[in-house]
């Protein structure tokens, strides 16, 4: 698989989205000119990019939909340039927000987790040992299907969708503690605010959010 791989990656090599430069999926320099929002912080939730940005709108769907995992590693360096630098992360736990076991097996991956594990991987703490960030990647399922945020327009109704779907596990381990939750894409807040009202309800002592882009 791996001989295949190389061999497809000469004959197709891949292509940034934003230049066009060989070899790289998203290049620095195109990452660094992707719009900032235009509230940066809402509601306890940190955002990272404006979702009308052609770039971001494309690497958060080819990320989501196409299976394009390698764009996670990118999307999560903007947070960290943007967002994460000015965190105080100390004893905190990184918690992504979960997909439904359905939407996870046909998908095969949680585009949320995959942004968290890089940011969480990237922590100079985590390699040092000097700051104690925690994972919590499992901490938090969601045990109810629910319909996509996005197919529900009204706000009210995005609510009503999202109620009871979440659960935690080992309440334990979050109770005293302060939790990042990451998440790709936040519209109304509907989910982040239904994930965080769990979380706190289970003993978190503070929850906030972050997102690559509202949408």
């Not at 060989?22 to 929002?37: A, D, M, Y």
């Not at 999560?76 to 939407?103: D, F, H, M």
């Not at 919590?136 to 996509?148: F, Q, V, Y």
């Not at 906030?208 to 509202?214: E, K, N, Q, W």
Request: with cysteine.
């Amino acid at each position: 698989m791996k001989i295949l791989k190389k061999i497809l990656d000469f004959l197709f090599p891949q292509k940034c989205l934003g230049c066009k430069k060989e070899n790289e999926i998203l290049c620095p320099n195109c990452l660094g000119k992707i719009n900032r929002p235009d509230t940066p912080y809402l509601k306890g939730v940190h955002i990272t990019a404006n979702y009308q940005d052609p770039i971001i709108k494309k690497a958060l769907w080819m990320l989501k939909y196409q299976g394009v995992k390698q764009l996670a590693k990118p999307l999560a360096e903007l947070i960290q340039e943007r967002v994460w630098k000015k965190l105080e992360t100390e004893g905190w736990i990184i918690v992504p927000v979960p997909l439904s076991w359905v939407k996870l097996r046909r998908r095969g991956y949680n585009q949320a987790e995959l942004i968290a594990r890089h940011l969480f991987n990237s922590q100079p703490a985590y390699r040092t040992g000097k700051n104690n960030l925690l994972w919590g990647g499992g901490l938090l399922s969601k045990i109810r299907e629910t319909k996509s945020q996005v197919e529900v327009k009204d706000r009210e109704e995005r609510l009503a969708n999202i109620v009871g779907s979440f659960e935690v596990k080992n309440p334990e381990i979050i109770r005293g503690k302060k939790i990042i939750l990451i998440d790709d894409v936040c519209t109304t807040g509907a989910t982040m605010s239904e994930a965080k009202k769990i979380l706190k309800s289970a003993g978190a002592k503070k929850v906030i959010g972050v997102v690559v882009a509202r949408g």
